[in-house]
Structure formats: structure tokens, C-alpha cells
């Protein structure tokens, strides 16, 4: 038998899945086989001309030596003689193969199979960076076949060659459930559920983000020169076209919480460019699988879950020092309320923590929360949390939550019922000679310490222009804001702030360094409201200090660390966080009980 006399079951996938018919004897072509860790069976990804199906799994032992002897090979076309069909926890279906024929070896077919031979030849000849044809049209999208009805994509300001308009018509973009490593050329349609931070490291930079369209969802991943090429350019809930990029297996399924077996990884030849919306067209519902809080309790640690609660309070944006990777991070803590009336701690992290708006008694949901423990039970999330989300839970919830009396939203069943008596307890406060002398025998050191601000560092020195991107500083040559971190050029920038005072009591005095969000909280203004004082009136912005820093008291939490400077140890103090004036506020309490007394 010749290449050109195998035919395929054009588009025969759709129909036994759409309808579970179960009588076909398809033939299908294989793109994918592995034997699966677990139950040591072999999983197929079969192709019938127009999609690919990734859930087929051979339950026949027997059929299992095939693999073995090498005859289940990648472009290998198969007849299904008897098969079955069972649905997965998500609804997925997964075709269960009893009884299978070999047509011919992938060996000798050497090339994934199209509608006709004439398409065939096309598929060798044409290369992947002179035409975009070469994609299978797949089943169940609409088809046009007038050339207004294309979409013409422009080129943005990142792409390589932006003499070219990208022609993509509807009928060659693939649904993200199709997606394999072993489809290569391929197109999807997307919308953008999530976008991280951008993180540097040692090695480079990274950034990815989530997209979703009517048929799943998938992780897409940047690294080094793709994140910028693309981390200004991409934004959450827009829609953009993606191309020509790595599929690959989902390599730590721990900190990913996608559905999806596959994520995708962009290099120099990948594409994105903003999807043009027809009128009408709305971006798909996000999946959610909500649980209540009260299961979490038995829960294991590091599980992930979608969770809809009420916002029952709402902490400041507080800085924490993570010595593993030697930098400061954002926090915010949220305690959470469901209609299973328990309670629970939400951490919110970096921009999501300082941006955040939510006020209590507001809906949020939150997708692909995972389960922390320290000293109780509760979330923390990288994702954008949905406040007032479209959906049926939303008016249940405020409902539920409204009905209930001030005597009863305080009474619910915590899952961290250490955080609830932390509010309580004293802060212990030590003296600066005393972390001074302690800080010699360990290499860092969080102390509490009250204090009074004993004299500030000049003001030309306070501020400095950073990235957009990783915050680091900018080099200022030749009035061009260059980031060496992130190996790129910025028309803007944002003010940051860093600020050296020298506090003292009555043991000791030492010089700290106070950040960007530290110095707000002291001054009660924004960096770039102080930035615009400098520039314009020194004097007013030194006679601010003076009057809201020098020889003010002052409760602080501090960092000290021993660092490496010209292969010398040196000791560096941070200024870690504002701490509340126990003693105001309790001077100030006792003064209204004198007056409520002493007032008729």
C-alpha cells in the first residue's frame, strides 16, 4: 500500500465525541504515545485530519507489547476496531481503546497525514516562516471564506518585522485542548486570565500568564529577551493571538494551577499580537470549581482550590524580607467568610497586595488559591482576585452576609485561631545595644525596638529613578533611563525612595535604611508627591522632615544581616516595618474613658 492510498476518518474525532457513538471503526493517525507512570498504561494522541484527541488511553494489555516493540510510533495510522468512552472529574472525555489494527508503521509515513496528497506535498514544501496555511482547519469553529471576514493583525511595536500585516483567518485557529508537543504549527485565539510579576534571578528574567478560551486553558511562559518583547504588551482580560511556540509537559504541576496536561513556552520565532473583537464576541466565563472554607480544615498542605467568600476585614500592605532570595516582598492579609460560617486568612502578594481596592462586605473570588499552613490553615494566591465577580454565588453570598446580625458576623469557626490571639499579644520590644551585641553571633536578626530619630542623610540622596518593570535603579546616561537588569530602555520611570536615619535610646544609637513603602508611612505622603517638593521647594521638603521625623518617637521592626562588601562583613540595619504605638493608642484610650467620665 502507498502513502498516497491512506486515508484518514476526516473529522470523524468530533462526531464519536460529540454524539459518544461507540460503533466507528475510525482510522487515525498517532502523534503522541507514552506509557503512563502510574497505571503503566499507554496513552495516544490521535489525529483524524482535523483535530487531535490527547485523551486515549489502551486499556487492552495485550496491546501494550505493540508499544514496547516499537510499532505505537509517532505518524503511525491505526483502525479502532472497539473502543469506549468515559467522562473524566472535569467533563473531559477519554477515549478508551480495547482493540486496535496497525494500517501502516509511523516509520514509513514519517509526516502527519492531510486531507489529500496535493495538500500533502503543500505541507512539506511550504516552510513554517513564509506561510501560516500549513495549520489543520479544525472542526467546530466558524468558517468564512470571504476574505473580508480575515482578521488582519498589524504587527505591534515589538514584533521582528513590522513591514509585515499578519493575515489570520478564523478557519486555521486551533482550540487550546487540541494543543500537543507534537503539533507544531499551530494558532490559538485567547484571552489573558492572569499575569504574573516580572521576577529576576540569577540567571535571567521570567514572567508568565494565563489564557483561556471556549475549549480550556493553558500556561504560557517568558524568559530573558521574550519578557520584553512582551510583558508591556500583554494585559489581563484583553485577547491576543499566539503562535509558534514550545508545547511542552507541565514540568511543576505544584505551582501550577492550570487544567491543562501541557503548557507553552515562547522563544525568538514566537508571536503575539492583540486579537482585532467582532462586535458581539465576549470573552468565556472562567471556569471556577468553589469549595467552602469549612473543607479546607482537611485539606492537605500545597492543595490548590477556587474559593468565593465575603471580605470580612482588610490589613495594610505590610514588606517582608525573604532571605533566599534577598529581597523584600509585598504582603497583604484579607480575612475571608463563607456561608459555612468560617473564617480565614487570604494572602495576597506583590502587585496584587498593593494595588488591591476590595472593601469588607464585597464578594471576591479567588482562582487557584493554595493551602498554607502556619499555625492554622489558610490561602495564598499569586492570581488577580475577582472582586464583585459575574456570577449566581456573588448575590447568594451578599444576601447570606447582609442577614446576619453584628453579634453573629463575629462568631464564626476560625481555621487560624493563632492569628486571632496574635492581635492580643504584646509586642516585645528589646534595646539597640542589646541586637547590637547579638547580631555578631547570627547572621540575621529581627529585633522591635522604640526609639527616637536622632538625624537623616542629605536630601539629594533620597531619591533615584527606578524601572517599571523590576523597580531596580535606572542608569541615567546621556538622559536615557537604561534598566541593566532587564536589558532594555524606558521613556518613563517611577520615583522610589530610600532614606538613612540614625535612631538612638538610651543604650545605643545605630544607623538604619528605611524603603520606599517605609518612608510613606513615616511621612505620610507618596514618594511622588515628595519627589515633586524636592524638585521644586528643598526648603519646604528639609522643614517637612524636620517636623515629621527628627526627634520623633518611633516603633519600628528591624532586619539586621551581615553582608560581604569588598570581601569584608559589614552589618547592615533595615527597616522592616512601621509597628502600632501600643503606648498612644493606650494613653489615648484611657484619655476619652476621662472624658466620657468627666463630660455631662
Not at 487544567?259 to 492583540?274: A, E, G, W
Not at 511622588?528 to 524636620?546: F, I, M, V
Request: aromatic share 10%; net charge positive.
Amino acid at each position: 500500500m502507498s502513502e498516497n492510498d491512506v486515508y484518514l476518518s476526516w473529522g470523524i474525532l468530533n462526531i464519536i465525541l460529540e454524539n459518544r457513538n461507540e460503533t466507528f471503526q475510525p482510522v487515525l493517525q498517532i502523534l503522541c504515545s507514552r506509557e503512563m507512570s502510574s497505571s503503566k498504561k499507554i496513552r495516544l494522541a490521535l489525529y483524524d485530519g482535523r483535530i487531535v484527541w490527547k485523551h486515549c488511553i489502551v486499556i487492552n494489555d495485550e496491546l501494550n507489547e505493540r508499544f514496547h516493540q516499537e510499532l505505537l510510533v509517532p505518524f503511525t495510522v491505526i483502525r479502532i476496531e472497539k473502543y469506549q468512552l468515559a467522562a473524566k472529574n472535569d467533563d473531559a472525555l477519554i477515549l478508551l481503546i480495547e482493540n486496535l489494527s496497525i494500517i501502516k508503521n509511523g516509520n514509513n509515513v514519517n509526516r502527519r497525514l492531510v486531507k489529500s496528497s496535493r495538500e500533502s506535498q503543500e505541507l512539506d514544501d511550504t516552510s513554517d516562516s513564509k506561510s501560516l496555511s500549513t495549520i489543520p482547519k479544525v472542526s467546530g469553529l466558524p468558517t468564512k471564506s470571504d476574505s473580508s471576514n480575515i482578521a488582519i493583525v498589524k504587527p505591534n511595536s515589538v514584533s521582528q518585522d513590522s513591514s509585515l500585516n499578519f493575515l489570520i483567518d478564523p478557519q486555521l485557529i486551533c482550540p487550546i485542548n487540541v494543543l500537543t508537543p507534537f503539533y507544531r504549527t499551530w494558532i490559538i485565539r485567547a484571552w489573558v486570565m492572569n499575569k504574573s510579576s516580572l521576577r529576576s534571578f540569577a540567571n535571567g528574567r521570567i514572567f508568565h500568564f494565563d489564557v483561556h478560551d471556549q475549549s480550556g486553558e493553558i500556561r504560557i511562559t517568558c524568559f530573558n529577551e521574550e519578557c520584553n518583547r512582551y510583558y508591556n504588551l500583554i494585559q489581563n482580560n484583553k485577547c491576543y493571538f499566539v503562535g509558534k511556540g514550545t508545547v511542552r509537559f507541565s514540568s511543576n504541576e505544584k505551582f501550577n494551577n492550570i487544567h491543562n496536561d501541557y503548557d507553552i513556552s515562547l522563544n525568538k520565532s514566537s508571536f503575539i499580537h492583540p486579537c482585532p473583537l467582532e462586535p458581539g464576541l465576549k470573552p468565556p466565563k472562567i471556569r471556577y470549581k468553589f469549595v467552602k472554607l469549612a473543607t479546607i480544615a482537611n485539606l492537605d498542605k500545597r492543595s490548590v482550590i477556587d474559593v468565593i467568600a465575603i471580605i470580612h476585614s482588610v490589613d495594610n500592605t505590610r514588606t517582608a524580607y525573604q532571605p533566599r532570595y534577598q529581597k523584600f516582598v509585598h504582603k497583604r492579609k484579607l480575612t475571608i467568610v463563607d456561608d459555612s460560617k468560617t473564617k480565614t486568612i487570604l494572602i495576597l502578594h506583590e502587585d496584587h497586595a498593593k494595588n488591591f481596592n476590595g472593601i469588607p462586605g464585597q464578594v471576591i473570588a479567588v482562582r487557584g488559591a493554595v493551602v498554607i499552613e502556619n499555625q492554622g490553615k489558610m490561602l495564598s494566591t499569586f492570581a488577580l482576585p475577582l472582586i464583585e465577580p459575574d456570577l449566581p454565588e456573588t448575590d447568594l453570598l451578599k444576601n447570606w452576609y447582609q442577614a446576619l446580625s453584628q453579634q453573629e458576623q463575629q462568631q464564626f469557626l476560625s481555621l487560624c485561631p493563632s492569628t486571632d490571639q496574635k492581635i492580643n499579644r504584646p509586642i516585645q520590644f528589646t534595646f539597640i545595644g542589646h541586637f547590637v551585641q547579638k547580631i555578631r553571633l547570627e547572621k540575621i536578626l529581627y529585633s522591635n525596638i522604640r526609639c527616637k530619630i536622632k538625624s537623616l542623610n542629605r536630601p539629594e540622596n533620597h531619591f533615584y529613578k527606578s524601572c517599571p518593570c523590576c523597580s531596580k535603579k535606572l542608569s541615567d546616561e546621556n538622559n536615557i533611563n537604561y534598566c541593566i537588569h532587564c536589558n532594555f530602555t524606558f521613556n518613563e520611570f517611577k520615583w522610589r525612595m530610600i532614606l538613612s536615619m540614625e535612631i538612638a535610646d538610651w543604650s545605643d544609637s545605630v544607623w538604619v535604611v528605611a524603603f520606599h513603602d517605609q518612608c510613606e508611612m513615616l511621612l505620610d505622603k507618596s514618594v511622588e508627591e515628595l519627589a515633586h517638593l524636592y524638585q521644586g521647594n528643598p526648603c519646604c521638603y528639609r522643614q517637612l522632615l524636620s517636623q515629621k521625623l527628627l526627634f520623633r518617637t518611633i516603633s519600628i521592626q528591624i532586619i539586621s544581616r551581615t553582608e560581604l562588601y569588598d570581601e569584608e562583613p559589614r552589618i547592615r540595619h533595615t527597616v522592616a516595618s512601621i509597628l502600632p504605638d501600643k503606648k498612644f493608642i493606650y494613653d489615648t484610650i484611657k484619655s476619652i474613658e476621662f472624658l466620657k467620665n468627666n463630660i455631662d
